[in-house]
C-alpha cells in the first residue's frame, strides 16, 4: 500500500530536478516581486491610514484588470504549450500573435473603463472609520491611478512575450527581467516618496511613478533578450511579417480561451466583491486585509508558481502526445506542492503576526492584521490543492470547467457568503473571514473529482 502510494505521489531525483529547475526562477522571480511589493507597502504605510487604503484600493482594482491580461495570455498559453511541445514553432508562434492582440486590447478596454469610471470604484471600498478621511483616501487613489495607468501597456505586451519564452521552458531571463524592475521600483519607491537626495517628495504619486519605471524596463529587457535571441525563441520567426491568425488557430483558441479569459476577470472581480463587502466594516478592515494581504503573498508564491508549472509540464507531455506521463506528473508535482505550502503554511502561521508591528498604523490594525494573516495561514495548503486542480485542468483545454470551478464558485457562493456575513450577521469580522476562506474546502472536493476523471487527459494539437 506505502509502495503503491510512494509510486503515485512521489518522484525520482529526475523529475523533481526538471520541476525545481523550472519552478526555481519563477519562484524567486515572484519572490522578490511581492517582497517589494511588501517593502512598497511598508513605505507607503509610513504616509498614513488613507494613503494605506487608497493604494490598496486602487491596487485591487488594478488586480482585475491584471488578472484580465493573464487571462488573456493564457488563452494562448493552452495551445503554445502544446505546440512546443509537438515541436510546432510556427503554430507557437500564431498562438503569440493571439496573446499580443488580446493583451492590448484587454489593456484599451481597461483604460476606459478606470478613465470613466476610476472614481466611483474607489469610493465603493471607503466608508467611515473613526480618525480616517474617505474623502482624502479617494483624493489620493485617484492620483495613484491616474499616474498608475501609464504602466499597463508595457505591462501587456510584457505578458504576451514573457509566457511564450516560459513555454519553452526558459524562465531564468524573465526572472532576470523582475529582479532589475524591482530593485529599480524599491530604491526609486525610497527616493520618490520620502524625497532622497535630489528627488522630490512625492508620496503616493511616487510609489505610483516607481512602479511604471519599472514596468517599462521589465518590459524592455524581455523585449530585447527575445529578438536578439532567434535560435532559442523560433516563434519570433516571422511574427511581425504579418497580422493574419489561420482561422483553424484563431477559432478554437477564442473557443477555449474565451471561457479562460471571462474566468480570470469574473474571478478578479469576485475576490474584489468579496473585499468590498468587508469593507464595509471600516476603513481599519481595508488597511488590515491591505498588511494581511501583502504578508500572505510573500508566502503564498511556492504554491502559486508550483501550479503554474504544470500547466506547461502537463502540457507539453499531452502535446506530445504522452498521456500516462502527463497524468503522473500531474499526480506528483500536486502532492509536492501541497507539501511545500503546508510548511509555508506552518512558518506563517507562527511568524506572521511579526511583520503588522512594523507599519505606522494604531495597534487595532496590527491586531486585526494579525488575526487575518493566523486565518489565512490555516486555509493556504487547502488553496494550494484547488491552484494545482485549476492549472490541471486548464493544461487539457478544460477552460469551460475551470469557468465554474473558478468564478462562478467565488460569484455564487463566496461573494454571496461574504455579502450575508458582513452586512446582516453579528459575527465579527475575523470569522466572516475564516468563513469566507474555509469554502476552499468545497473546491478542494470539486476539483479531487474532476481531475481524477481524467477530463484534462486531450492533445489538442
Same mark, same amino acid.
Given at each position: 500500500m506505502l509502495t503503491k502510494i510512494k509510486n503515485k505521489y512521489i518522484g525520482d531525483k529526475a523529475f523533481y530536478r526538471r520541476y525545481i529547475f523550472l519552478a526555481t526562477p519563477m519562484i524567486i522571480q515572484q519572490a522578490i516581486t511581492n517582497f517589494v511589493s511588501f517593502l512598497d507597502n511598508l513605505m507607503v504605510g509610513q504616509l498614513g491610514q488613507e494613503s494605506i487604503s487608497a493604494v490598496a484600493t486602487v491596487n485591487q482594482l488594478n488586480f482585475v484588470f491584471m488578472l484580465a491580461i493573464f487571462g488573456a495570455a493564457s488563452a494562448g498559453s493552452i495551445y503554445g504549450a502544446q505546440y512546443f511541445g509537438k515541436g510546432d514553432h510556427k503554430g507557437h508562434m500564431y498562438t503569440f500573435r493571439f496573446k499580443?492582440?488580446? /493583451?492590448?486590447?484587454? /489593456?484599451?478596454?481597461? &483604460?476606459?473603463? !478606470?478613465?470613466?469610471?476610476?472614481?466611483?470604484?474607489?469610493?465603493?471600498?471607503?466608508? *467611515?472609520?473613526?480618525?480616517?478621511?474617505?474623502?482624502?483616501?479617494?483624493?489620493?487613489?485617484? *492620483?495613484?491611478?491616474?499616474?498608475?495607468?501609464?504602466?499597463?501597456?508595457?505591462?501587456? $505586451?510584457? %505578458?504576451?512575450?514573457?509566457?511564450?519564452?516560459? *513555454? /519553452?521552458? %526558459?524562465?531564468?531571463?524573465?526572472?532576470?527581467?523582475?529582479?532589475? +524592475?524591482? =530593485?529599480?521600483? =524599491?530604491?526609486?519607491?525610497?527616493?520618490?516618496?520620502?524625497?532622497?537626495?535630489?528627488?522630490? %517628495?512625492?508620496?503616493?504619486?511616487?510609489?505610483? &511613478?516607481?512602479?511604471?519605471?519599472?514596468?517599462? &524596463?521589465? +518590459?524592455?529587457? $524581455?523585449?530585447?533578450?527575445?529578438?536578439?535571441?532567434?535560435?532559442?525563441?523560433?516563434y519570433l520567426v516571422g511574427a511581425y511579417r504579418g497580422f493574419g491568425i489561420p482561422k483553424n488557430i484563431f477559432v478554437p483558441i477564442v473557443i477555449k480561451g474565451a471561457p479562460l479569459m471571462l474566468n480570470e476577470v469574473l474571478w478578479a472581480a469576485g475576490v474584489s466583491a468579496v473585499t468590498q463587502s468587508y469593507s464595509i466594516r471600516g476603513m481599519n478592515v481595508l488597511t488590515a486585509l491591505s498588511i494581511s494581504n501583502t504578508v500572505g503573498n510573500l508566502f503564498n508564491i511556492v504554491f502559486i508558481q508550483l501550479g503554474a508549472c504544470i500547466s506547461i509540464i502537463v502540457g507539453q507531455y499531452l502535446g506530445a502526445g504522452e498521456l500516462k506521463a502527463a497524468k503522473d506528473a500531474d499526480n506528483k508535482m500536486t502532492a509536492f506542492s501541497v507539501f511545500c505550502c503546508t510548511i509555508m503554511a506552518i512558518i506563517m502561521f507562527a511568524f506572521g503576526g511579526l511583520f503588522p508591528q512594523i507599519y505606522n498604523v494604531s495597534s487595532d490594525i496590527r491586531a486585526l492584521a494579525t488575526r487575518f494573516i493566523t486565518v489565512a495561514a490555516i486555509w493556504m495548503p487547502f488553496c494550494s490543492f484547488?491552484?494545482?486542480?485549476?492549472?490541471?485542468?486548464?493544461?487539457?483545454?478544460? /477552460?469551460?470547467?475551470? !469557468?465554474?470551478?473558478?468564478?462562478?464558485?467565488?460569484?455564487?457562493?463566496?461573494?454571496?457568503? =461574504?455579502f450575508v456575513l458582513a452586512h446582516f450577521s453579528p459575527l465579527g469580522i475575523v470569522a466572516i473571514y475564516f468563513f469566507v476562506q474555509g469554502t476552499e474546502l468545497i473546491k478542494n472536493v470539486i476539483g479531487y473529482f474532476m481531475v481524477k476523471s481524467d477530463v484534462w487527459l486531450v492533445q489538442m494539437v
Amino acid at each position: 500500500m506505502l509502495t503503491k502510494i510512494k509510486n503515485k505521489y512521489i518522484g525520482d531525483k529526475a523529475f523533481y530536478r526538471r520541476y525545481i529547475f523550472l519552478a526555481t526562477p519563477m519562484i524567486i522571480q515572484q519572490a522578490i516581486t511581492n517582497f517589494v511589493s511588501f517593502l512598497d507597502n511598508l513605505m507607503v504605510g509610513q504616509l498614513g491610514q488613507e494613503s494605506i487604503s487608497a493604494v490598496a484600493t486602487v491596487n485591487q482594482l488594478n488586480f482585475v484588470f491584471m488578472l484580465a491580461i493573464f487571462g488573456a495570455a493564457s488563452a494562448g498559453s493552452i495551445y503554445g504549450a502544446q505546440y512546443f511541445g509537438k515541436g510546432d514553432h510556427k503554430g507557437h508562434m500564431y498562438t503569440f500573435r493571439f496573446k499580443l492582440y488580446a /493583451t492590448l486590447l484587454a /489593456t484599451f478596454i481597461g &483604460i476606459i473603463i !478606470f478613465k470613466i469610471w476610476g472614481s466611483n470604484l474607489i469610493a465603493l471600498f471607503l466608508t *467611515e472609520s473613526e480618525g480616517a478621511s474617505p474623502e482624502l483616501a479617494l483624493s489620493l487613489g485617484l *492620483e495613484y491611478l491616474g499616474i498608475i495607468l501609464v504602466g499597463l501597456i508595457p505591462f501587456a $505586451v510584457n %505578458q504576451a512575450y514573457a509566457t511564450n519564452i516560459k *513555454e /519553452t521552458g %526558459q524562465t531564468v531571463v524573465p526572472m532576470i527581467a523582475g529582479l532589475v +524592475a524591482v =530593485a529599480t521600483n =524599491a530604491i526609486l519607491d525610497y527616493c520618490l516618496i520620502f524625497g532622497f537626495g535630489p528627488f522630490p %517628495q512625492l508620496g503616493v504619486a511616487g510609489a505610483a &511613478i516607481a512602479t511604471v519605471i519599472a514596468r517599462y &524596463i521589465e +518590459a524592455a529587457i $524581455v523585449i530585447i533578450w527575445a529578438h536578439t535571441h532567434n535560435a532559442s525563441n523560433k516563434y519570433l520567426v516571422g511574427a511581425y511579417r504579418g497580422f493574419g491568425i489561420p482561422k483553424n488557430i484563431f477559432v478554437p483558441i477564442v473557443i477555449k480561451g474565451a471561457p479562460l479569459m471571462l474566468n480570470e476577470v469574473l474571478w478578479a472581480a469576485g475576490v474584489s466583491a468579496v473585499t468590498q463587502s468587508y469593507s464595509i466594516r471600516g476603513m481599519n478592515v481595508l488597511t488590515a486585509l491591505s498588511i494581511s494581504n501583502t504578508v500572505g503573498n510573500l508566502f503564498n508564491i511556492v504554491f502559486i508558481q508550483l501550479g503554474a508549472c504544470i500547466s506547461i509540464i502537463v502540457g507539453q507531455y499531452l502535446g506530445a502526445g504522452e498521456l500516462k506521463a502527463a497524468k503522473d506528473a500531474d499526480n506528483k508535482m500536486t502532492a509536492f506542492s501541497v507539501f511545500c505550502c503546508t510548511i509555508m503554511a506552518i512558518i506563517m502561521f507562527a511568524f506572521g503576526g511579526l511583520f503588522p508591528q512594523i507599519y505606522n498604523v494604531s495597534s487595532d490594525i496590527r491586531a486585526l492584521a494579525t488575526r487575518f494573516i493566523t486565518v489565512a495561514a490555516i486555509w493556504m495548503p487547502f488553496c494550494s490543492f484547488s491552484h494545482c486542480s485549476y492549472f490541471t485542468l486548464r493544461s487539457g483545454g478544460k /477552460t469551460l470547467v475551470t !469557468f465554474l470551478f473558478d468564478s462562478v464558485f467565488t460569484w455564487v457562493i463566496m461573494a454571496p457568503l =461574504a455579502f450575508v456575513l458582513a452586512h446582516f450577521s453579528p459575527l465579527g469580522i475575523v470569522a466572516i473571514y475564516f468563513f469566507v476562506q474555509g469554502t476552499e474546502l468545497i473546491k478542494n472536493v470539486i476539483g479531487y473529482f474532476m481531475v481524477k476523471s481524467d477530463v484534462w487527459l486531450v492533445q489538442m494539437v
